[in-house]
């Protein structure tokens, strides 16, 4: 069983990945005509965090001037794409640095989560536990989509669910988990399994590619180009 690559987006929703995972990122960040905005040094990652919280604050601004904005509608009412920052082994980025810069950081995740919704700036975590220390303050509490793999104690289906009376059971199946949609209704859940052999840059490339040349194409028509 292989654990998928994690990413920020920029598409018709807009994709960015994020990850202290090492090895696995950096080949996709290493080769830009794989996959483009993956990045796993602690600086870029820093950057991107800081880009993607601007880009959120200046869409809010800039919505607010847009013909047909309506109090209380979202950014897909103004026909916006959405933006996703995905961080990929979270907790041990967070681990990593220095006082001042934790706190600076944490303070930008916990405005995209809970300023984000309506711009269309999304925030998908990845980690090993989630643990509290970074994931306090409300921040947790503002997640709609949870999902628990693999063997975890009581006291992280806790951090990850919140108070619950769900029992657990640890069931000898590969991709096996809990998730919970944003319903506060817990229930299993698996993942895909990826074949042995499975080439994942070539998958990536080739979704990537395709992706360009749908926004290319999309690009020409809406300018009148055949």
Do not use: W
Not at 3 to 19: D, M, P, Y
Not at 89 to 99: D, I, K, N, P, Q
């Amino acid at each position: 069983m292989k654990r998928k690559f994690h990413v920020r987006c920029e598409a018709g929703e807009n994709l960015e990945i994020t990850s202290k995972s090492y090895l696995s990122l950096s080949d996709l960040a290493d080769l830009e005509a794989v996959m483009p905005n993956v990045y796993y040094k602690k600086d870029d990652m820093t950057a991107c965090l800081d880009r993607f919280y601007d880009e959120m604050m200046k869409r809010s601004e800039d919505m607010k001037q847009m013909d047909g904005y309506k109090t209380g509608e979202n950014y897909a009412y103004l026909g916006l794409p959405a933006n996703f920052l995905i961080f990929d082994e979270y907790v041990a980025f967070m681990e990593m640095l220095g006082t001042k810069e934790n706190a600076i950081v944490l303070n930008k995740l916990k405005q995209i989560v809970m300023l984000g919704r309506q711009a269309g700036f999304f925030l998908i975590l990845a980690c090993q536990r989630p643990d509290a220390k970074y994931l306090g303050d409300g921040i947790r509490d503002q997640f709609n989509f949870r999902v628990a793999l693999g063997r975890m104690s009581e006291m992280g289906y806790g951090m990850m669910f919140g108070e619950t009376d769900k029992d657990f059971f640890l069931k000898q199946i590969k991709g096996r988990g809990y998730v919970d949609v944003g319903t506060s209704v817990i229930s299993e859940f698996y993942t895909p399994l990826v074949p042995k052999g499975h080439d994942f840059l070539k998958e990536i490339k080739l979704l990537a590619n395709s992706r360009q040349d749908t926004q290319a194409a999309c690009g020409a028509e809406a300018a009148g180009v055949d």
